[in-house]
């Protein structure tokens, strides 16, 4: 009887899942038809299924989350007690369902209108905002009450229908051996759970999330891909990532009291007269988890980092250990590097105020002045975690993602680094002079390189770990992390080679995003959990073009170059310093000055590598002054004190 019951319920929530889907993937077409005339004009018919497909992919999980609820209070209720007869409550969760989806769709139209987007992060601007004045817009302007009206038709219609459905006779067969039927019934149920948890996938890797669903080259059909209740899931974690934490640094009294003009001061830095002639192309690599620990002598057996470690040796490099990247995420790299801020917990790609101007210390900013266009290259997608949008309303010229140069999606991010490098490559001819931006995507999770294909020997590299990192408890997961370091490092050396033959005026600079996730072991010091390398590389450059072992960030790299290439009184704004000129550089958790690393806020040090004896006290006090200092100074800017202050 219980198994009768429970079969049955599973049939009638099937329905109601499936009724919610293709409620869904009508919405989403009836929309596309409607703004057909935002699409770019050389999108092409597969694009368009590919939104859609990866549109219904997403829909699984909305239809779920529906389908979820008659599951828990009506489909197990009624192994419990299969005589209670809940399937108006089954009806109800579908009607309140097919109200909240018919509400959010009429008003996506207007929401459209407005932003051109779906929903996003203005959703919750207007619920901070003059509620009465929104509310009384909502209803002068965008006519809240018949939307409302029209919405609650439309629900009685899809109801009649959804009813009609429900009441259809379900497929029941009496079971010779019940306990196998039910052990099988719950598998599947299960199966299909995760199916429609992850999008169509068994695993984060393979399936589809609001984060990675811009899955084509025009923004339109991007937008299309999200179904109204996963916008609105997107402009909830929008809205958890706007609001700003505290952070060990930010002098908030200070903040009180800082004036436009002494902002105005401390920015503003003056080139000292370039020592290098001015590259016609500057490439600006940031590696996915690029860190700093395979260049390190003791892991050289592993021969991941051959590739930069031989650029370093060469007379035109320069390269510093002491370097930090901007955060432990790549997003907080980036919108380091696009804005020039320090990391100070606040999620600057969400900031109504980094979309309405320019920041002065912006890495366009001098750029521009200096004559170059400012270009940004990504092997993921575009509206990944809203970092297109940023770049282009910060100056950037243009934006290009592994759908706009039309390369092959390999990894749930993207493209592989071979594809995304030979794409810029390409680019390259007859181009302006260009300052290029690259963020790769390939050392990064789902790691699927063919690594044999690249000559790189997985087992080989095993037998290596678990000799040279005993403390190791999954080497073959190392040697496979290492393999994908390994070919990153060979792309994008083999891209500076080639590229350095066919333009020589061109200058290269080569980072990190960040270097936790892929560890020497169980226990990695402070040093090898952080550090990413800086290597300088070009016509000109040489060992000592500056400091030996110089202390730097991510926010240093663009005054650095500025000083390098423009000329004397060049005048230009930027939170750091050069490279070279840091006491220590930092992130959200840790600082390296020239001798020590350590945890900020925190009396915890170590040497690093290549250091005997220092005064780690002395060291120490180098950090406060300036980490307060930078940090203060881009909270001020993110945060808007200068709108305050007028």
């Not at 004009?41 to 699984?60: H, K, M």
């Not at 009206?149 to 009649?160: P, Q, S």
């Not at 100070?344 to 912006?362: L, M």
């Not at 333009?503 to 892929?518: I, M, N």
Request: net charge negative; proline share 5%; charged share 20%.
């Amino acid at each position: 009887m219980r198994l009768q019951s429970y079969l049955k319920n599973c049939q009638l929530d099937l329905r109601l899942f499936a009724f919610l889907f293709l409620l869904m993937a009508i919405y989403r077409l009836i929309f596309m038809v409607k703004y057909a005339g935002a699409m770019s004009a050389d999108v092409a018919l597969t694009e368009i299924f590919q939104a859609n497909w990866a549109g219904w992919r997403l829909s699984l999980k909305s239809a779920g989350g529906f389908t979820l609820l008659s599951f828990l209070l009506v489909t197990l209720p009624g192994i419990v007690r299969p005589k209670w007869s809940l399937g108006r409550l089954r009806l109800a969760i579908g009607a309140l369902a097919c109200f909240i989806l018919t509400v959010l769709f009429l008003a996506r139209f207007p929401y459209y209108e407005e932003f051109r987007m779906t929903y996003g992060l203005q959703v919750f601007q207007g619920w901070h905002d003059d509620r009465v004045a929104v509310l009384g817009m909502m209803v002068s302007e965008y006519h809240l009450l018949p939307g409302l009206l029209a919405a609650a038709v439309i629900t009685g219609l899809l109801v009649l229908g959804l009813k009609k459905i429900l009441e259809l006779p379900v497929w029941q067969k009496q079971w010779q051996q019940p306990i196998a039927v039910a052990a099988g019934a719950f598998v599947i149920t299960f199966l299909f759970m995760l199916f429609c948890r992850f999008g169509g996938g068994v695993s984060y890797a393979t399936g589809i999330n609001w984060e990675n669903a811009a899955v084509t080259s025009d923004d339109f059909l991007n937008e299309c891909v999200l179904d109204d209740v996963q916008a609105m899931y997107r402009a909830i974690q929008q809205e958890e990532r706007m609001k700003a934490g505290d952070i060990y640094g930010v002098d908030k009294e200070q903040l009180k009291t800082m004036t436009v003009e002494q902002v105005e001061t401390a920015l503003q830095r003056s080139a000292p007269g370039a020592k290098l002639s001015k590259p016609r192309h500057i490439f600006i690599v940031l590696g996915e988890t690029w860190a700093q620990w395979p260049l390190l002598e003791k892991y050289a057996p592993l021969h991941a980092a051959d590739g930069l470690k031989g650029l370093i040796k060469e007379e035109n490099a320069y390269y510093t250990s002491r370097f930090m990247p901007n955060g432990d995420f790549t997003s907080i790299a980036i919108t380091g590097m696009i804005t020039g801020l320090s990391e100070v917990n606040v999620r600057v790609n969400y900031q109504p105020r980094s979309f309405q101007e320019i920041y002065p210390t912006a890495l366009a900013n001098p750029f521009h002045k200096l004559g170059y266009q400012v270009d940004f290259w990504y092997g993921g997608t575009p509206g990944w975690d809203n970092i297109s949008r940023l770049a282009l309303a910060q100056g950037f010229d243009h934006f290009y993602g592994y759908p706009d140069f039309h390369a092959p999606k390999t990894n749930a991010w993207g493209t592989n680094d071979r594809n995304l490098f030979n794409a810029l490559s390409e680019h390259l001819s007859g181009e302006e002079p260009t300052v290029h931006f690259i963020m790769t995507t390939s050392n990064h999770p789902p790691y699927n390189i063919d690594l044999a294909a690249e000559s790189f020997d997985v087992d080989k590299t095993e037998n290596l770990v678990r000799e040279l990192i005993p403390s190791e408890t999954d080497p073959h997961n190392l040697a496979v992390e290492i393999g994908h370091y390994y070919y990153m490092d060979k792309v994008v050396t083999e891209f500076i080679r080639d590229t350095a033959k066919k333009y020589p005026d061109s200058l290269f600079v080569v980072t990190g995003d960040h270097a936790v996730r892929s560890n020497p072991g169980a226990h990695p010091t402070m040093f090898e959990f952080q550090s990413v390398p800086f290597v300088l590389y070009g016509a000109g450059v040489t060992h000592d073009i500056l400091p030996a072992d110089a202390v730097g960030g991510h926010t240093g790299i663009m005054p650095t170059l500025v000083d390098l290439i423009a000329p004397a009184g060049f005048l230009y704004d930027s939170v750091a310093p050069a490279i070279g000129e840091y006491p220590a550089a930092f992130n959200r958790d840790y600082y390296i000055t020239s001798h020590i690393m350590g945890q900020v806020g925190s009396a915890k040090t170590e040497l690093l590598p290549d250091v005997i004896e220092v005064d780690t006290a002395n060291e120490q006090l180098k950090v406060e002054p300036f980490l307060r200092r930078l940090r203060t100074l881009s909270y001020w800017l993110i945060m808007g004190g200068h709108n305050e202050e007028k």
